[in-house]
């Protein structure tokens, strides 16, 4: 469903914005970290107020649309005439300061309470991305003010980023809202663009044998032997694939689950596997999956007995994403920072830049911050970042909607 009726104003945010240095962007910053939005529970009502009421006063026609009532994808548009259409995101949510019910540990003062020490706006997203999210409101505010560009700019917030953006960008993709000549998305970068990311394929392998009695190991087979055979089959596998000098440390295989009930007196007769590698840009997400069903066709070829089933894990993971060098919101970056012209993150987190992939759509990862900040208690972001985003943005934008058609824009 979208477009549904915008419900009543949300209840005033429970969190407070300090006396801060006059910066719209900074100040911008702590309102919305004042808005919680963490996700789990998941309520991103109160930040889609903040950002909905500012981006209508600056001229722009919002709208919501909705996977789940309380969950809020926040779309503003601004016409320009015949032009390209931009797109910048950010995702309201936030990982939570603690577990329901229980008080943050870590955390020098209240979260959804912004302050500054050293430069640093430390509060509860103030790196991811509630940041990044300031930057683009106000990089939209003041292109909404300037009469330079024609096309479309569009400023989404969305929701559920944090727990698999299922309500949040995956739900626009369905929609079919994430269609434009290009997007930035954000993500803490350092304020450098990634036009790179990561994909990662997900499986779960299971593995079944005969088990034994454990004093008597020749008179069946070990599933948890099976399966450290299983992942030294596919660590070798991953030594032949292609690497990337961005990502120094992929391909390789992590197993974030393994479990083999049983009992010590008792050889496993199952074990699950949920495994993870990383997909390389350029790279197909399908070849990364074959690792695992060749690695189990050999292990079970080598192990008489035993059984390995390969599913896809969470829907399998995803493909990279990778833009050009050459791509006009590329080239739009190196313009807009000449000093820094060429440089570029090698963003290893996840992002919802992947949606945008499946839609055709090339995105960058951009944003103040760094990922170390994220997720962490007293998390912050540097005041400098703050501005220094805000101000990319508006001459990135500014400069694709100046100079890009459809047809240089690659549609």
Same mark, same amino acid.
């Given at each position: ?5 915008? !419900?009543?104003? %949300? ?10 240095? *006059?910066? !719209? ?41 909705? @996977?789940? !009532? ?5 779309? @503003?548009? +601004?016409?320009? &005439? ?11 949510? =936030? ?12 955390? %020098? ?8 020490? *050293?430069?640093?706006?430390? &509060? ?54 994430? =269609? ?58 991953? =030594?032949?694939?292609?690497? *990337? ?7 390789? +295989? ?57 599913? !896809? ?43 945008? @992939? ?13 990922? *170390? ?39």
């Amino acid at each position: 469903m979208t477009d549904l009726a915008v !419900p009543a104003p %949300s209840p005033a945010p429970t969190g407070t914005v300090p006396t801060l240095p *006059d910066d !719209p962007v900074v100040r911008l910053c702590a309102e919305l970290i004042a808005a919680p939005s963490a996700n789990p529970p998941g309520d991103e009502e109160p930040v889609a107020a903040v950002v909905q009421d500012r981006l209508e006063r600056a001229g722009f026609a919002v709208r919501r649309h909705y @996977a789940r !009532p309380g969950r809020p994808n926040v779309l @503003a548009t +601004l016409e320009r &005439g015949e032009g390209p259409h931009l797109i910048l995101q950010a995702h309201l949510d =936030t990982k939570p300061a603690a577990p329901p019910g229980a008080e943050p540990v870590g955390w %020098s003062s209240d979260p959804l309470v912004a302050r500054i020490a *050293d430069g640093l706006l430390h &509060g509860l997203g103030a790196c991811d991305t509630k940041g990044g999210l300031a930057a683009m409101v106000v990089a939209a505010e003041r292109l909404a003010r300037r009469d330079d560009w024609s096309g479309r700019l569009e400023v989404q917030g969305v929701a559920d980023e944090e727990d698999g953006s299922g309500l949040g960008a995956a739900f626009l993709l369905s929609e079919g809202l994430l =269609t434009a000549d290009a997007a930035i998305v954000s993500e803490p970068t350092g304020c450098l663009p990634s036009a790179a990311q990561l994909g990662n394929a997900w499986a779960e392998v299971t593995v079944t044998t005969t088990g034994a009695h454990a004093g008597t190991p020749s008179r069946g087979q070990d599933a948890v032997e099976v399966a450290r055979r299983f992942m030294a089959e596919v660590d070798a596998l991953l =030594t032949r694939m292609p690497t *990337d000098p961005a990502f120094p440390h992929h391909p390789r +295989l992590n197993v974030g689950h393994l479990a083999a009930p049983g009992h010590p007196g008792t050889l496993s007769s199952s074990c699950v596997l949920r495994c993870d590698v990383r997909v390389l840009p350029w790279q197909r997400h399908d070849s990364v999956m074959e690792v695992y069903t060749r690695a189990a066709s050999a292990v079970a070829d080598a192990c008489p007995g035993s059984a390995l089933t390969v599913r !896809p894990y969470q829907g399998g993971g995803c493909e990279s994403h990778a833009v050009a060098d050459d791509h006009p919101l590329v080239r739009a970056f190196d313009r807009a920072s000449a000093d820094r012209a060429g440089e570029r993150c090698s963003f290893a987190g996840g992002s919802d830049a992947r949606f945008f @992939a499946r839609a055709g759509t090339p995105a960058v990862v951009h944003g103040p911050g760094h990922l *170390d900040q994220a997720h962490a208690p007293d998390e912050y972001v540097p005041v400098g970042h703050l501005v220094l985003a805000a101000d990319q943005l508006e001459a990135v934008a500014a400069g694709f909607l100046q100079s890009v058609d459809r047809r240089r824009a690659g549609r």
